[in-house]
């Protein structure tokens, strides 16, 4: 059984910081491309920031200099640490997890967390 499990949401003022973990079971963890997306009420979900098995990454450009994805192959998770946290950061943040192929226009294995609140307000 494929599981991402996300902690670490919650409520923060403006300004402050949250660090997001994502536990994967299941998989082979370093095979895998890690990524963190977000969806707020009403709008489309978005990635947020990736990170590959090979360790490339890639970020939203608004969270660019303000958060952190990296991973750690030991306790297979991926974390996203969040600082100078905005109004606008405020989601549902979900990790992610598939391996860094396509058939046809769809992801090889693709699997999500069930998501977790993160709140920004003062």
């Known amino acids: 059984q494929v599981q991402l499990v996300e902690s670490g949401g919650g409520l923060v003022q403006p300004g402050g910081s949250l660090r997001l973990s994502c536990a994967a079971s299941g998989i082979s963890f370093s095979t895998y491309d890690m990524g963190w997306y977000r969806q707020a009420p009403g709008k489309q979900r978005e990635l947020v920031a990736t990170?590959?098995?090979?360790?490339?990454?890639n970020y939203l450009d608004f969270v660019k200099g303000r958060f952190t994805i990296s991973r750690e192959y030991a306790k297979n998770t991926v974390y996203l640490q969040m600082n100078s946290l905005k109004p606008e950061d405020t989601a549902v943040y979900y990790c992610n997890a598939h391996l860094p192929f396509r058939v046809g226009g769809s992801r090889l294995n693709d699997y999500w967390g069930q998501g977790t609140q993160v709140t920004v307000s003062s």
């Open positions: 990170i590959t098995s090979g360790g490339n990454l």
